[in-house]
Each structure stands twice: as C-alpha cells, then as structure tokens.
C-alpha cells in the first residue's frame, strides 16, 4: 500500500467549475500537509500547506484536512485555463527530510 | 538568477557515459535535496545534504553520485546509467532539513539510450 494515495486523473473540467482534489494517507504519524502545483516543465511549487485538521483558504483554493480518516482535499473554485497542472498531496512526520508525495493529479481547466 | 536553476534542461546519454547535473540555489538556504520523478509515480527522494554534509541517502545506487561542495551548489554525477534511470531529476532546497518548505528547480530531463 502506497503511504499517499491521489487518483491520477486526468481530470477535465470547464472554466469556472469547483475542483475537488483528494488524498488518503496511511501513517498516523504525518503531521504535516501540503499541496504543491506542478506545471508542465517545470519543478513543482508550493500551493498550500497546513498542520492540523480543518480548513485553510487562500484566494481560490481551500485546503482541507480531516485526520480522523486520514484524508487530504484541495478545493479550486472558479477555475481557471491556468490552474491546469499537476497537483501533488505532500505529508510530512516532521522534518523536510521525510516529506512523502503522492503520484499526482493531472488537472486541464478548458476554457 | 532568483529560486532553484538547473542545468542542463534536457540530457541524452548512452549508457556508457558520464555526465552531471548541476544545481544552484540563490536563496541562501542550507538544504539541498535530489528528486527522481518517473512518469505516474511518486517524487523519489534520492539524496539529502544539509550544511554541505549529507544527511540522507536513500538507497541510490553506485552509479548515482552526488557532491556537494558549498550550501549553494549541488550535483549529481552520473556513470554506466541505465534506461530505467530515464526520468526528471529534480533539486530542491530547504532553510535547513528540519523545515518543511522545499523549493524546487525546473529539473533536468533525462534520457538514458
């Protein structure tokens, strides 16, 4: 069993729709959470990240952690052609040594 | 030059050769990591160095070599590679490796004939 599960996709969503990006995890020992956004050609970069359970905002994106079922969300609202990337859920126990992704989820947001 | 750069972009080499990869990071961070990412699977952390010491290995192989000589520059040395090691390297820096924020280069796209 993968220690972070993302469905692969590809997802295709019209402009404007909500997006719902999600994720298991196994280890009840991560303690940290991140999504990152990669585009095509280029090194992923951080998109959100969060430490406890609950809901975090930021502009479009809310990321959403619920430990008790050790399950990870990254909501997009209003899409954008410009949110198509591949988004990674990311669990961290503690150090930046030790962070583990998942396989990734290829989103297009057709216009 | 700001963030994470790589060089080169794109490399194609036999099997027989010996190559590397290079990476600057000019946020005056003291973290330096290699990725292995193949095609739908996971990040593969390979190596870790943190104040220019290495802090992890992650069970890479021999013929994958890294050096490290100051907080801001990182390579990867590369010899008798195989095809399956085809795939995007990439390098990230940290503040230290006990931070959690990583900051990644566009990574070098690796072909092995």
């Known amino acids: 069993q993968k220690e972070v599960e993302q469905d692969p996709g590809p997802l295709s969503v019209p402009e404007g729709a909500i997006v719902s990006l999600n994720c298991t995890y196994s280890n009840s020992a991560f303690q940290y959470f991140m999504w990152y956004r990669q585009y095509s050609r280029k090194g992923p970069e951080l998109l959100m990240y969060t430490y406890s359970s609950g809901n975090k905002e930021d502009g479009r994106f809310t990321a959403q952690v619920d430990k008790s079922s050790k399950y990870i969300s990254l909501f997009i609202r209003d899409s954008q052609p410009s949110d198509s990337a591949t988004y990674l859920c990311?669990?961290?126990?503690?150090?930046?040594?030790?962070?583990?992704f998942g396989s990734g989820t290829q989103l297009t947001v057709l216009p | 030059e700001t963030g994470v750069t790589q060089t080169p972009r794109h490399l194609v080499m036999g099997m027989t050769n010996k190559k590397s990869l290079k990476c600057e990071q000019h946020?005056?961070?003291?973290?330096m990591y290699w990725y292995k990412q193949s095609a739908k699977k996971p990040l593969e952390l390979m190596f870790v160095y943190n104040f220019k010491e290495q802090t992890e290995n992650n069970s890479v192989p021999s013929r994958f070599s890294p050096e490290c000589p100051n907080s801001s520059h990182l390579f990867l040395h590369l010899h008798t590679l195989q095809p399956e090691d085809s795939a995007l390297y990439l390098c990230a820096s940290s503040q230290d490796d006990e931070g959690d924020t990583q900051y990644f280069g566009p990574g070098t796209r690796l072909t092995v004939l």
């Open positions: 946020l005056g961070h003291n973290a």
């Open positions: 990311v669990t961290a126990s503690g150090s930046a040594r030790q962070l583990t």
